[in-house]
């Protein structure tokens, strides 16, 4: 019987390729969308009227 021997290569680049992936989604995730966050909030902030401006 001839047996086939598994590719030694390609799995752990499919790993190393999902690992990497899924770090990067993390990365974007956390860092990224806080930054934007700041960003949003700074012009949150502009907008708004001061309290004083109503007296």
């Known amino acids: 019987m ?3 021997k598994p590719n030694k290569v390609l ?3 499919v790993i190393a390729g ?3 992936g899924f770090f990067t989604a993390a990365y974007r995730f956390i860092f990224v969308k806080s930054k934007q966050d700041e960003q949003s ?6 907008e708004l009227p001061e309290t004083d401006e109503f007296n």
Do not use: M
Not at 41 to 46: A, C, S, T, V, W
């Open 41 to 46: 909030e700074r012009e949150l902030e502009k």
């Open 2 to 4: 001839n047996t086939k």
């Open 11 to 13: 799995a752990p680049l």
């Open 18 to 20: 999902i690992t990497i």
